[in-house]
Each structure stands twice: as C-alpha cells, then as structure tokens.
C-alpha cells in the first residue's frame, strides 16, 4: 500500500525523505522525515548508522536528520536493527536481539500533516511524547507551517486547533461515541474511533472497518480534512471538514454567548445573560460576551437550568469522574461555590459520569442532536425553565 523514498513536492527542488501510497493515488505523501533540514540535490543517502539510528545523509556526508532512537540491547558491542515499512504507513524500527522485537522507533510517534489509521493522536503521560499535527507551511513546502492540532490534557481532554500559538478551533469533550458538538464521529460502516483517557496516556485514534481508504489532513490554510479515496474517479474526496463555518471559530461569541449557524447575526447571549459591552455587542464584536442578568453570590439561592442541543463548553478548567450519576454530579456541583455548570461525560446508554465545570462558560454553540448541560442559575432566573 506504501513506499518510501527521496521526492520533491510539487515546483520545488528541494529533496526530502518521505512516505506515500504505492497503489493508489501516487505521489500522495502521509509523512516526511526531513521537514525542516531538505536536501538540494539528489544526492541524499537513508541508512541506519552504527548506533542504530535511522539517518539521513546529503552528498557531503552531512547528517541532516536522525529518528535519536535509543537501542536497549547489543551484543558484542555490535547494534543489530531492522527497519521494516508496515503496510498501514508506519516505519519502524525493530531491535533484532531483544527476546520481544523491541520497539525502537516509529514514525507514527512523529506525524506530520496526516493522521492515518493505527495512530495515536495525543500524550503519553509516562514518557511525555506529545502526538500532534502541523500542517505544510505550502503545498510545495512540507516544512511545518503555522497550523497545528493537539489535545490539551488541562481538565477533560480536549482537541484545539491553533495558528501559531492562537487557538481558532476546538473539538467538544468527547462523549463516548462522538466528540460534543461534530457529528464526524457518529458511527458508521468506514471506521470506528475510541478516545483513551487513562492514567497512563491520552489519545484519540481510529480504524478502518470497510474496504474504504481514507486519511485526515490538517491542511496548509487550517483545515481538518477527512479524505476517502475513489477508486472510480481516482481522486480523493472530502468525506467531512472541520473550521468552515462560522461557529467553528474558537469562542467567537464570547462568555455564555452561544452561535448558531441557523441565526444571523450568528451569536446571542444565553437565556438569563446580556452583553457585557452592549455597544460593541450590536457592532458584531462579540468577544468580551455575556454577564449574569443576577449575579451569583455564594448564600444566594440558586437552580441549575437544562439547556439542551449545544457543543459542551471549553473544559480546560473542569473536572470529571467516570463512574458518577448524574445525580451524584448535581450534588457535588451543589457542595462547590465555584462550580458553574455539570453535565454527563458520556452520553451513551442514557448518560453516565461526572463533568464539571469551575469557570466562566465559553465557546458555546447550538445544534439540533447537541448535547445538554445543566448551569448554575439565580432562582429568579429559573421561573417557568425545565431545572433538574
């Protein structure tokens, strides 16, 4: 399915090392190793050297780039190490003396601008490897560009897209079947996605359960791209886009300001909240959001208010609990000043576990199969709403 080799993409001269599929669409790359260190000629040599490490070499015998893998065993001071290109796109590197082929070095610990089947998308906690997207900085440069996606593991975890160090896009909290608020995930017959949260790492991954062949790009211009390959038109499709429409725009309306695509203009404040600036707020600049029409005060009396069909808040500054009841989650929201809002972590079988939230709410949107949060209200808001 792949190949590896030196290319040059697109009107550019400059050579790198790179992966992409043999038996279809040629030329499709899905990892390059060399990013930021190109070769300008063809003179460049892909070897594993006498540490073990997997190099590569220009026509001056420059090293210009290394996988720095660490070999656990030698035997008679000699490395023994055996490269293999698996048919799912990932090289790795085997350590030919350990009784259980230890794991060198893979490329999947690296990705680039693609995310393929088999990856794990996301942070292992014990060695502190970090799995993230970047994108080409243009078609013709595959050096890392200004995008990049990763899950930021403060609070629940959470998938932000950024430009440079902005964020612009986040991913709901995944909800045991789909992530809040993108109905990419929902299942079907192409694939089947699985969000690990453990102690150990954290990470997003999927496989492919059908004959379809596909692949997500975080592209040049910052867009998260699902591609299926059509063997009937030999191209690749779009199959579903993240960051195209307004709403996909990270905290575009602010503190408890709520978008929906079906409004114009697209942010209002939610039931029981105002603008902050009214005059900047008719402007259509909805940043600085909403206030509390009541304040909060800790002795205050106080419900919680249902609010259905929304992407579940920012959960950087929150907590959670697998094995909660929704009851169980009230009633610690309920003992805490500072907690603002609950919901269930998992919707599936009727909803299960505990998250919480301890800040001001934001980056909210409206949808028609979103999921329902329960927030900290004034009792005088709550005349006349469905509270729990």
Not at 202 to 230: A, D, K
Request: glycine share 10%.
């Amino acid at each position: 399915m792949f190949e590896m080799g030196f290319f040059s993409p697109g009107k550019s001269k400059n050579r790198y090392l790179a992966i992409w599929y043999k038996k279809i669409s040629a030329g499709t790359v899905v990892w390059v190793a060399n990013r930021e260190t190109p070769i300008n000629d063809t003179s460049g040599i892909f070897k594993v050297n006498r540490q073990g490490n997997l190099v590569i070499l220009n026509g001056e015998d420059t090293m210009v780039w290394s996988s720095s893998s660490t070999v656990g065993m030698r035997r008679n001071g000699l490395v023994a190490v055996v490269v293999q290109l698996l048919d799912n796109g990932n090289l790795v590197a085997w350590d030919e003396y350990s009784t259980n082929k230890n794991l060198i070095w893979q490329s999947f610990d690296y990705p680039g601008d693609t995310f393929l089947q088999g990856m794990k998308f996301g942070k292992d906690l014990v060695t502190g490897l970090e799995r993230y997207m970047t994108s080409w900085k243009s078609p013709d440069d595959p050096s890392p560009g200004i995008y990049n996606s990763l899950i930021d593991t403060n609070g629940y975890p959470q998938i932000f897209s950024r430009k440079g160090s902005v964020l612009i896009m986040r991913f709901g909290p995944w909800r045991g079947l789909v992530f809040s608020g993108f109905g990419v995930d929902i299942p079907n017959s192409v694939y089947k996605s699985e969000f690990v949260v453990s102690q150990k790492e954290i990470y997003y991954s999927y496989e492919l359960v059908g004959p379809v062949i596909q692949r997500i790009v975080l592209t040049w211009n910052g867009r998260i791209q699902f591609l299926h390959w059509i063997e009937r038109i030999q191209d690749w499709i779009v199959y579903a886009e993240t960051g195209g429409d307004i709403c996909a725009r990270f905290e575009l309306c602010g503190l408890y300001g709520s978008c929906s695509m079906n409004r114009h203009p697209p942010c209002s404040c939610m039931e029981g909240f105002e603008p902050i600036i009214p005059q900047e707020w008719e402007a259509s600049d909805w940043s600085k959001g909403c206030q509390r029409k009541v304040p909060l005060n800790c002795g205050s009396e106080y419900g919680f208010k249902r609010v259905s069909g929304v992407k579940l808040p920012d959960t950087r500054k929150s907590w959670y609990n697998h094995s909660m009841t929704l009851g169980e989650c009230d009633l610690a929201c309920r003992n805490n000043c500072s907690c603002m809002a609950y919901a269930n972590l998992d919707s599936r079988n009727g909803g299960s576990g505990c998250l919480i939230w301890f800040d001001e709410l934001r980056d909210i949107a409206e949808f028609d199969d979103g999921d329902t949060i329960y927030i900290r209200m004034a009792t005088t808001e709550l005349a006349g709403t469905h509270t729990y």
